[in-house]
């Protein structure tokens, strides 16, 4: 529970089902558990391994440890050692870090500060933290990074420090023993493989029918469009685009696509129509994948309580 929810997720593939299971049921039935005693707990763990033969941080690849851990749901910290923590790049330390948490840590710096961090990130986070930002400092910090040349090594290294400073502090300080367990598990299914979130609602099924019911509400699948009332569907579809709604219908059946199609106006639809019906050859992966992606939009939208199912 005190690990960002990919990682949790990428645990959980490596357990057996009833592993897997027993793990679930104590995750939910977990009461509210001091930060002092979170973070003893993750530090004894850490400190067993190291005794254990291990080679540092099971969990960072190796070298001194730092406490590895994360605040409250929208608080996912994981503090490595080191100017670039185990990457060996400037800034690398952020990588461990959810998008939420290095958002806050990085947007009240000045745009020139962000234009430098972001340029070191990789694309997909950079992306993420531009995203967070209003639109007056996002301009600021796209026009910097533009003309942005080589900073000074000594320069990345003193930032390197300041934020390294700011996210301990946040860790330190930052622990939410509020903890809801069925909102955490969600949050770690959300990111398993498929035969990870099956072993666990089979097994909730036998033991705790009623969570099993609540956490597979919440699961819910691409198929699932079908089951929601049509102002839900129009919610889901405004925030879908367009190139992932093609694919997924392609693979749709026929029922949920012309569901689909009655939400957009005649001349809206029938271009859509149109589009899925001059794909040609497609992987299933790839409409597997767009697919996932309305997928996370609805269960986005469920957890948030927007959803009405029919």
Known sequence: MSLPPEMSAQLFSELGPEEVQAITLEITQLPSIAPEVRASVINEFLN??????????PLMGGGPTRLATSGGPTRNVTMPMGPAGSLNRPFGFLSQVETTTSSQLISREHPQTIAVVLSHLDTEQASSILDNLTPSV???VAHRLAGLGEVPKEVLRELEKVFQNKLQKAIDEGFDSNFDGKDRLFKILNKADRGTEESVIFGLTQTSPHLASD????LCDFEDLNSIDQASLSQVLRLVDDKDLVLALKGANKELAERVYRVYGPDKAAIIRSDVESVAQVSWEDIRAAQQQIRNILRGLVSLGKIRFK
Not at 215 to 218: A, F, Q
């Open 48 to 57: 067993s391994s190291e005794q254990g033969g291990g080679n540092g941080n």
């Open 138 to 140: 996002q301009t600021e």
């Open 215 to 218: 956490i597979k509400t919440k």
